[in-house]
Structures are given as structure tokens and as C-alpha cells.
């Protein structure tokens, strides 16, 4: 089946470490997202990127690293520079890199820093 | 960029209508109007999407007023699995920081029996 798959679904991390996320779409999705929730708060944009080789900062970007080398594949570090990285981490995509489309999710990831 | 505000909850009863409106006053020409929504631990769904007067699916209606500086979502006799946070969403013009899609906090809904 079509979709997106987020590894691993749960993390921990000392402090200092950088993790990275995995984000892994076979939609064939020109454009694919990051974004962080907080417990009872919405979602926050990190980076996104709408083709290979290239992509933008969205609105909490600091502390975070991306790479876009292939289509299906936008894997998400989170480095020791980020002060507060105890989240859950949402990666989605959509066809295109225009808002006229439906964003598809993956079923995240819960980072816990220790 | 279009910020939106919805209310940050709303209770309802099970098999009654429930409308949640957006406020989005800056919405730009060219930006479509999407709502999500996410139960807990679990990445949004989508619901609908529309850019003008309204839009109706197997599940939910969109009502957008001719300045479009609002919209409203329509569950039709909500049940208990209703329940979740849900989101409007609208997106940059086609012509700036395209393809760059923000979330506001979404309204909490519960459904009581």
C-alpha cells in the first residue's frame, strides 16, 4: 500500500546526542514536511521541500537539519543545538509543492530527551 | 502568510450538528482552504478542501462567504469517535513561499453520549 512510514515510532535520546528521523514516502510526492507538536498545542512547521536537492526553512527551524537526495526520502535530525527537543515529530507529503492539495501524514515519531 | 484563529474548544452531543469556523482576514487570492482532523497520537487526516461557497463530501461540508475571510466546517450528526482536534489550514499564494503550509491550534471537539 501507498503511504508514508516514520521510523522508529519512539525515541530517547541523551542530552548532546543528534538523532535523526526517518521519513519515507512510495506516494511519488514532489513535496514533503516536517513538523513538531508540543502536548496540547498544533503543529509547527520545521522544514519543508517540494523537489530533490532543495529545501526551506519553515518557522522552527533552529536546532533542526534536513537533506532531500532522493524523492521518496527527507530524513530530519535533531541536533544538540536544539534546547528543547522532547516532541512529537510529524513528516508529511503532498503531490505538487502548491497548497491545492491533501497532506498525507505519517503516524510520527515521540522523541524523549533524557 | 494567512494566520487563522478558530476556538480553542467545543463540546457537542452525539447525532447533533457541530459548525467550527475559522477567522482567516488575510487570506490571499490565490489560497485554498483545508481542515484536518488528528486524534491523539496520530498524524492529521484530511477532511476537505475548498475555495469558495461550499464544498460537500461524504463526511463533512465547507461553507466559505463570498470575502473568504472566514470559513466553516460542518459535521453532520456527530457520533463519539468524533472526538479529536481539528484544523484549518490555509495555504501561501500560488506566487509566495508556495508550497509552505501552516497550522494554526486546531479546535478541540468532544463528543458526549
Known amino acids: 500500500d501507498g503511504g508514508i512510514t516514520q521510523s522508529p515510532k519512539y525515541l530517547f535520546r541523551k542530552e548532546g546526542q543528534n538523532v535523526t528521523l526517518s521519513c519515507e514516502q512510495n506516494l511519488n510526492h514532489d513535496a514533503m514536511y516536517w513538523y513538531r507538536q508540543d502536548p496540547g498545542q498544533g503543529l509547527r512547521l520545521i522544514y519543508y521541500?517540494?523537489?530533490?536537492?532543495?529545501?526551506q526553512k519553515g518557522d522552527i527551524a533552529e536546532g533542526y537539519s534536513v537533506s532531500r537526495e532522493k524523492k521518496e526520502s527527507f530524513p530530519l535530525t535533531v541536533t544538540s543545538a536544539q534546547k528543547n527537543p522532547t516532541a512529537f515529530y510529524l513528516c508529511?507529503?503532498?503531490?505538487?509543492?502548491?497548497?491545492?492539495?491533501?497532506?498525507?501524514f505519517g503516524e510520527g515519531s515521540r522523541l524523549t530527551v533524557l | 502568510l494567512a494566520k487563522t484563529t478558530q476556538p480553542i474548544s467545543m463540546d457537542s452531543y452525539e447525532g447533533q450538528e457541530v459548525n467550527i469556523t475559522c477567522s482567516h482576514n488575510?487570506?490571499?487570492?490565490?489560497?485554498?482552504i483545508t481542515w484536518y482532523q488528528q486524534f491523539p497520537s496520530q498524524g492529521p487526516r484530511f477532511i476537505i478542501q475548498g475555495y469558495k461557497t461550499k464544498v460537500t463530501n461524504e463526511v463533512a461540508s465547507l461553507f466559505i462567504p463570498a470575502d473568504r475571510k472566514s470559513s466553516t466546517l460542518s459535521l453532520p450528526r456527530v457520533s463519539l469517535s468524533d472526538t479529536a482536534v481539528y484544523y484549518c489550514l490555509v495555504g501561501d499564494s500560488l506566487n509566495t513561499n508556495a508550497g509552505k503550509s501552516t497550522f494554526g491550534d486546531g479546535t478541540t471537539l468532544t463528543v458526549k453520549p
Open positions: 488575510n487570506i490571499a487570492t490565490n489560497d485554498y
Open positions: 521541500s517540494q523537489i530533490v536537492n532543495d529545501f
Open positions: 508529511a507529503s503532498r503531490w505538487g509543492g502548491l497548497n491545492t492539495g491533501e497532506l498525507f
